[in-house]
């Protein structure tokens, strides 16, 4: 009788065990196979850029409120760099802009503090010449009328003092002053040429506007001219901004494997239990 309760508490404390380990393994299995509207519940959006011509290469730091570890790190941003979006949670952020390879610790060149709003995408951008250099935080729209693309230019150009810039034909914004930001605007959707008049001469690139997405364009002093850049703000989607290609940001990889101690643990009270099973059994048939 001792022997066969014996065998019952084993058996039971054996399961208690299998249902403990399994369950790490579960929540792990559900976190990787959630949808990414879970996972959005609480999070905003947002990207750096540089867009000040006379301005040298620079790391740009994201910090939460409060916290002097860097959320993550953008290194050597160069002028006419527009990063990918990053997610983060809804809160209360700063922004520092040090001279590129200058330590953790240097003053910054520049600091803004930015505010992110659960469900909105922002572009926070280094504009002006070096005399007036600012942070400056852009609302991004992540939703278009039905059938539109959104498009809004930002005029980044320190060799012309006015740009006008057209789609399809029609002027969309213009004339633009050095670091005007225009407002978003509805257009007809399709893959046509976008042209940037000054008074040096005109520049014109090819660029798709998909319907239901929306972009930026960014007009550059380039090495020959003017130079048209395309950022895309979102792709027909109002819960994920999408952006540039990734950009090589810091301590955003996805962190390792959890503690091994609370599997050490189960192990050596698994073992414990083996051994003290073994003397009971051997008890049982002696």
């Known amino acids: 009788m001792t022997c066969t309760r014996t065998a019952r508490r084993m058996a039971l404390l054996l399961m208690a065990m299998a249902l403990l380990l399994g369950l790490p393994a579960a929540a792990a299995s559900a976190a990787t196979t959630a949808s990414p509207a879970a996972g959005s519940a609480g999070t905003g959006w947002i990207r750096l850029a540089h867009l000040s011509p006379d301005m040298p290469a620079m790391d740009v730091y994201l910090y939460s409120f409060g916290n002097p570890d860097a959320r993550f790190v953008l290194h050597h941003v160069a002028y006419g760099t527009v990063s990918a979006f990053q997610t983060v949670p809804a809160g209360d952020y700063s922004i520092a802009m040090r001279t590129a390879g200058a330590g953790r610790a240097s003053q910054p060149v520049l600091s803004a503090s930015v505010t992110v709003t659960a469900g909105r995408a922002y572009t926070a951008a280094a504009v002006g010449p070096r005399p007036g250099l600012r942070l400056q ?47 978003y605007r509805a257009v007809a959707p399709g893959t046509e040429s976008v042209t940037v008049r ?48 990734a950009t090589g940001f810091g301590g955003t990889a996805p962190h390792g494997p959890g503690s091994p101690l609370p599997w050490l643990t189960l192990i050596g009270a698994g073992a414990l239990l083996a051994v003290a099973g073994g003397l009971r059994w051997r008890r049982c048939f002696s």
Do not use: C, N, Y
């Not at 991004?140 to 959104?150: E, F, I, N, W």
């Not at 005029?155 to 050095?178: E, M, N, Y």
């Not at 014109?204 to 950022?231: K, M, P, Q, R």
């Open 198 to 245: 000054a008074a040096a001469g005109d520049a014109s690139s090819t660029v798709t506007l998909a319907a239901g997405s929306v972009h930026t364009l960014v007009v550059l002093d380039g090495a020959h001219g003017l130079e048209i850049a395309d950022t895309e703000d979102a792709a027909g989607s109002a819960t994920m901004p999408t952006g540039g290609a």
């Open 137 to 183: 935080v852009l609302p991004d729209d992540l939703v278009t009328p039905a059938g539109k693309a959104l498009v809004r230019v930002i005029q980044a150009s320190l060799k012309q003092k006015t740009v006008t810039v057209s789609w399809h034909g029609r002027t969309i914004a213009g004339p633009l002053s050095f670091d005007s930001v225009t407002s």
